[in-house]
Antibody
Framework: EVQLVGSGGGLVQPGGSLRLSCAAS????????MDWVRQAPGKGLEWVGRTRNKANSYTTEYAASVKGRFTVSRDDSKNSLCLQMNSLKTEDTAVYYCARVATVVTHGLDSWGQGTLVTVSS | DIQLTQSPSFLSASVGDRVTITCRAS??????LAWYQQKPGKAPKFLIY???TLQSGVPSRFSGSGSGTEFTLTISSLQPEDFATYYC?????????FGQGTRLEIK
């Protein structure tokens, strides 16, 4: 069974940093692209960023709203995905989901973690 | 960026009703569209990919259609467990984008 378990959320001050983790199990992480998606309180889904798989050199893509501040990384040997968030703003407050990209990349996100809440506030 | 506009944003319906949600893209995206269902406090669930193909395990009362710029998600006979928020997502270009969501509530 595919499982994604996110962790690392919490309260952080504006300008601060936080590192989210996502533990993957039940599949071969190195075969898949992986995404982060966030959802601000009471709002819709916003795609944050992507790391491609080993075959595609682990390259990354980001939403404009986080580019230069957030970094997606992965350690396939530890079955883990990370989102390093720097220079946090109040508008980054959201539940952050890690998600597995389907084998056919253009199909969508076929498995999701439970989400971890990040609150940016002074 | 490709914008996705869902209509309606809010829909009130009864068990047994047939409902249709529309997703319009600001430019052509071929069939690179997915649909998700989200219930309060839960992660989204993957329903449909390539505009019209049901993910394994999704009930056959769900169907998707469309290509280019206009897409629809139809639920043929609403069940109590279908009351949720639905999102479309385009996977044609980066940045990947979602529609604003359609909240489906019980009448």
């Amino acid at each position: 069974e595919v499982q994604l378990v996110g962790s690392g959320g919490g309260l952080v001050q504006p300008g601060g940093s936080l590192r989210l983790s996502c533990a993957a199990s039940g599949f071969t992480l190195s075969d898949h692209y992986m995404d982060w998606v966030r959802q601000a309180p009471g709002k819709g889904l916003e795609w944050v960023g992507r790391t491609r798989n080993k075959a595609n050199s682990y390259t990354t893509e980001y939403a404009a709203s986080v580019k230069g501040r957030f970094t997606v990384s992965r350690d396939d040997s530890k079955n883990s995905l990370c989102l390093q968030m720097n220079s946090l703003k109040t508008e980054d407050t959201a539940v952050y989901y890690c998600a597995r990209v389907a084998t056919v990349v253009t199909h969508g996100l076929d498995s999701w973690g439970q989400g971890t809440l990040v609150t940016v506030s002074s | 960026d490709i914008q996705l506009t869902q209509s309606p944003s809010f829909l009130s319906a009864s068990v047994g009703d047939r409902v249709t949600i529309t997703c319009r893209a600001s430019q052509g995206i071929s069939s690179y569209l997915a649909w998700y269902q989200q219930k309060p406090g839960k992660a989204p669930k993957f329903l449909i990919y390539a505009a019209s193909t049901l993910q394994s395990g999704v009930p056959s009362r769900f169907s998707g259609s469309g290509s280019g710029t206009e897409f629809t998600l139809t639920i043929s006979s609403l069940q109590p467990e279908d009351f949720a928020t639905y999102y479309c997502q385009q996977l044609q270009n980066y940045p990947i984008t979602f529609g604003q969501g359609t909240r489906l509530e019980i009448k």
